[in-house]
């Protein structure tokens, strides 16, 4: 404080010595006017020297949340705001301001509670997407009755100055626990870079590399269903750039083992899936942003088996090895009058999938173990709105569409099996109409209803009624736009 008082009266002394006097012989009103424009001028200086100091103990206080690793769309009122209505979790109270010391919140912890009531008007347990290849378990709606839903536990803090971590755990409705996710990424990396290694969501298309709880509907699309099986992660590494211009554009490589849908695990050295994508976005005047990107996945499988019947009604084992590559093109709009998100607001989402295997099929892996060629070529797009309609409600409408096309059998081709002996991958048009509102008292919580309507198997319609709850404990890291 005396180095501060002592600079401040210097200053005040030289502003005064350098103002114009009215004559060289001050009077008494004249020197008490000097006297009290010196005082304020010490007063004002204090302040201001108080508040930055209160600044840079807030931030010292706050290790930057780790979010799914996208860097935002250039900011603007209308971005921001759009954004951060974009999931239940968007806030964070480490966000607030503290003066404790930098390792308060070392590690930050959340978790994510969500459950959910289904009324299913088919067996679930029949469920599949027709015309495409088992992908894992997250394919179809869910049990009956209530369930406990999916829930996270994550731990996220920085290392040191050069690497931060995030560790999230999920808990299954049977009560196993998997390891979402499990990264380190760099913090310091000059020149728009970023590098992230370990077990992670992988950053193609739009929707995957978001959290669950943070989705608009209660379930995956169609499209996820049939190509990834719910949600693509990669243990592996990740590179991204930002690059140094006004419109946000980034680029990114990952190079991973390849075990998950439409991969597996072949046991053997190398990289076993790459991905690369772009990303593009930009703001539109003061109310409304866009984000689109193109996505590529080329990923091999080795015996990757599936269920299915033969033409005289007996189990049998089928398995695939080769090649799946997959391209994916996405795009976002959002939309809030004035940047005010909190009143109203508007999001339309879509994707497209279009996958193509080559490889070889073989049938009745543990009887008679026929094996041919085997090629397809298969697409998918989703299309939904969001609609905020006022404060802590929303409105949703999302409609899914697959194509299956007619794929090229070697065993049917040369008259050793039959259409018949491959139900499961009969040329279909799966499709879904599904509406959702829910309710969000605050940024911790919500409440969902959704109705759907699905035709993933021919002649069957599944009427499907969910609803959901999906609670926010602890220190949760936003998520991207």
């Given at each position: ?24 012989a001050a009077?008494?009103?004249d ?23 209160q ?7 706050q ?5 799914n690793?996208?860097?935002p769309?250039?900011a603007?009122?209308?971005t ?6 974009q999931?239940?979790?968007a ?26 009531y289904?009324?299913?008007s ?14 894992g ?18 731990l ?35 020149n728009?870079?970023n ?6 969501l ?23 269903q ?16 930002l690059?140094p211009t ?27 899936a ?11 005047g003061?109310?409304a ?24 009604d ?20 959002k939309?809030a ?12 989402q879509?994707?497209?999938f279009?996958?193509?295997e080559?490889?070889?099929l073989a049938?009745?892996t ?7 060629t ?24 999302r409609?899914d ?9 070697g065993l ?19 499709r ?32 499907q ?8 404990l ?7 736009f």
């Amino acid at each position: 404080m005396l180095k501060r008082t002592t600079l401040a009266t210097a200053l005040a002394v030289a502003y005064a010595s350098l103002s114009p006097l009215p004559s060289l012989a001050a009077t008494d009103q004249d020197i008490a006017q000097m006297r009290d424009e010196i005082r304020q001028m010490k007063q004002d200086y204090e302040a201001r020297i108080r508040s930055l100091e209160q600044r840079l103990q807030a931030a010292q206080a706050q290790p930057p949340a780790i979010a799914n690793g996208n860097a935002p769309v250039p900011a603007t009122a209308a971005t921001s705001s759009v954004s951060n209505s974009q999931s239940v979790a968007a806030a964070s109270p480490m966000a607030a301001a503290s003066t404790g010391p930098a390792n308060t919140f070392n590690p930050g912890i959340s978790a994510i509670l969500g459950g959910t009531y289904s009324r299913l008007s088919k067996d679930p347990q029949q469920a599949r997407i027709q015309g495409f290849v088992p992908g894992g378990e997250e394919v179809g709606p869910g049990s009956r009755n209530f369930s406990l839903g999916e829930s996270e536990i994550t731990l996220r803090a920085n290392i040191d100055p050069t690497f931060a971590g995030q560790l999230t755990f999920a808990l299954a409705p049977d009560d196993s626990v998997g390891v979402e996710e499990a990264f380190v990424q760099t913090r310091s990396l000059s020149n728009g870079v970023n590098l992230k290694g370990g077990r992670m969501l992988s950053s193609i298309g739009y929707l995957n590399s978001i959290h669950t709880h943070a989705w608009d509907f209660v379930d995956a699309p169609l499209a996820y269903q049939a190509f990834f099986g719910g949600q693509y992660r990669t243990d592996g590494l990740q590179l991204k750039w930002l690059a140094p211009t006004d419109r946000f554009l980034e680029f990114g490589l990952e190079a991973g083992n390849g075990s998950n849908f439409p991969g597996n695990d072949r046991n053997k050295n190398g990289v076993g899936a790459t991905a690369l994508f772009a990303h593009i976005g930009d703001d539109i005047g003061e109310n409304a942003s866009w984000r689109a990107g193109v996505s590529y996945l080329r990923t091999g499988a080795t015996d990757r088996s599936y269920e299915d019947v033969d033409s005289a009604d007996g189990a049998v084992v089928n398995a695939f090895s080769g090649r799946a590559n997959t391209w994916i093109l996405d795009g976002v709009y959002k939309w809030a009058p004035s940047g005010n998100a909190t009143q109203t607001n508007f999001k339309l989402q879509g994707e497209y999938f279009r996958r193509r295997e080559k490889g070889t099929l073989a049938f009745d892996t543990a009887g008679l173990a026929l094996a041919d060629t085997y090629a397809s070529a298969q697409s998918g797009w989703y299309l939904q709105g969001i609609y905020q309609f006022m404060p802590m409600w929303r409105v949703g409408l999302r409609y899914d569409r697959l194509s299956s096309g007619t794929p090229g059998i070697g065993l049917v081709s040369n008259g050793t099996l039959s259409t018949a002996d491959f139900p499961r991958l009969a040329s279909y048009d799966p499709r879904r109409s599904s509406v959702m509102v829910d309710y969000s008292p605050s940024e911790f919580s919500r409440l969902r209803l959704q109705l759907a309507q699905d035709k993933s198997r021919p002649g069957t319609s599944d009427n499907q009624i969910f609803l959901q709850y999906i609670m926010s404990l602890g220190a949760h890291g936003s998520h991207s736009f």
